[in-house]
C-alpha cells in the first residue's frame, strides 16, 4: 500500500502527510503535545457522538414501545409510519441543538456541540421516563377523552362480561351485540397499558378484543353518571367525539349523526386513519343497569369490516 504507515497507531497516511492523525508527527519522529491534544479531542468527539446517538436510539424506543401500546390499530404500515416520524422529529431536534449551540457561541468546538446534543437528550430521556413512571394521567383530560381511550376501571363489574361464540353479553349492565368472532381475543394487557397512560375513569368500563393477525379491534364502553335527558345526551357525544380526535389527531371525519326520539339517542361517527376505518356507535344505556352512554366502536382495514357488531347492539330498557 503506498503512504506512510504511521509507527504509532499503524494508520497509513498520504505520502505528503507531516502528521498522522493520532497526532504522531513524521517530521519530528514523535507524539507531540499538539497531536496529543488533538488525538484526545478526537477520541472525545467520537465518545460524544456515540452517547448522543444512544441517547437518541433510547428516546425512539420508548416512543416505540408506548405507540405499541395505543389503541390506534393502524396495523405494520401505521406504525412503521409512526416510528419514522418519531425519528424524523428527533433528528430534527438535533439539528436545532446543534445549530443553536453554533450561533450562541456554545459549542465552539464539535466536541462542545456533541456533547450538548448529548446532555439535551439525556435530559429528554430522564424527563420521558419519570413522566411515565412517576407522572399520574393528566386529570383535565374530559372523560369522554379517558373512556375513548379504553382507559377505565377494571371490567370486572358483577356479572362480568360473557363471551360466547355468537354473542357478547352483560346481564348486570343490561347489554348484548353479536361476537366479532373466534379470532378476536381479549386483550387486557392493552386495557392496562392505556390506564396507565390515560389513568383510571370513576364510572366508565371498557373491554378491548382485537385481532393479532390483521388490524381489527373493538371497544366496548359503559360509562355511568351522565345525565338521561337529551341535552346531557348530545353533550356526552360531544365529549365522546372530541375525545377520540384528541387521541388520534390525524382521523378524518367521514360521517357524524345524533338523533334522539324522546326518551334515548343514537349516536354515530365515522373516520378514517390512514388505511384503517373508525366507527362509533353509543346509545342511551340501559336504566335498570345504571349505565346512561353505551358505546361500541370498531376499527378495520375494511369499510364494512364489522359493521355489524354496531348495528347488533341490543340495550335492556
Known amino acids: 500500500m503506498d503512504g506512510i504507515k504511521c509507527p504509532n497507531c499503524g494508520l497509513y497516511n498520504p505520502g505528503s502527510a507531516c502528521e498522522c492523525d493520532c497526532g504522531y508527527s513524521f517530521i519530528a519522529a514523535r507524539l507531540t503535545a499538539d497531536g496529543r491534544a488533538r488525538a484526545r479531542r478526537g477520541k472525545h468527539d467520537r465518545l460524544s457522538m456515540t452517547m448522543t446517538v444512544g441517547l437518541i436510539a433510547a428516546n425512539v424506543l420508548l416512543h416505540a414501545m408506548q405507540v405499541r401500546g395505543t389503541s390506534t390499530p393502524a396495523g405494520i404500515a401505521g406504525w412503521a409510519g409512526e416510528m419514522a416520524g418519531i425519528a424524523l422529529g428527533n433528528l430534527l431536534l438535533f439539528g436545532v441543538v446543534w445549530a443553536i449551540a453554533r450561533l450562541a457561541g456554545a459549542g465552539k468546538t464539535s466536541e462542545a456541540r456533541w456533547r450538548l446534543a448529548a446532555e439535551t437528550f439525556a435530559v429528554l430521556l430522564a424527563l420521558e421516563l419519570f413522566r411515565n413512571l412517576f407522572v399520574p394521567a393528566d386529570s383535565t383530560l374530559t372523560r369522554a377523552a379517558a373512556v375513548n381511550a379504553a382507559s377505565t376501571t377494571s371490567p370486572d363489574e358483577p356479572g362480568d362480561l360473557q363471551v360466547a361464540p355468537d354473542v357478547v353479553r352483560h346481564t348486570a349492565l343490561g347489554f348484548a351485540l353479536p361476537s366479532p368472532g373466534p379470532k378476536f381475543e381479549r386483550s387486557p394487557e392493552t386495557e392496562r397499558q392505556l390506564a396507565r397512560r390515560f389513568g383510571g375513569q370513576a364510572g366508565a368500563i371498557s373491554w378491548v378484543f382485537k385481532r393479532f393477525d390483521e388490524p381489527a379491534q373493538v371497544v366496548i364502553t359503559a360509562l355511568k353518571g351522565s345525565p338521561r335527558d337529551e341535552a346531557g345526551f348530545r353533550q356526552t357525544a360531544v365529549m365522546f367525539r372530541d375525545g377520540i380526535l384528541k387521541a388520534n389527531v390525524e382521523l378524518t371525519v367521514i360521517r357524524e349523526q345524533v338523533?334522539?326520539?324522546?326518551?334515548?339517542?343514537?349516536?354515530?361517527?365515522?373516520?378514517?386513519?390512514?388505511?384503517?376505518?373508525?366507527?362509533?356507535?353509543?346509545?342511551?344505556?340501559?336504566?335498570?343497569?345504571?349505565?346512561?352512554?353505551?358505546?361500541?366502536?370498531?376499527?378495520?382495514?375494511?369499510?364494512d369490516g364489522l359493521d355489524f357488531i354496531r348495528e347488533g347492539l341490543v340495550v335492556q330498557p
Open 259 to 303: 338523533n334522539w326520539n324522546g326518551t334515548s339517542g343514537d349516536y354515530e361517527l365515522a373516520a378514517k386513519y390512514g388505511p384503517i376505518f373508525m366507527k362509533t356507535r353509543c346509545v342511551t344505556g340501559s336504566r335498570a343497569g345504571h349505565v346512561e352512554f353505551l358505546c361500541v366502536s370498531t376499527s378495520s382495514d375494511r369499510p
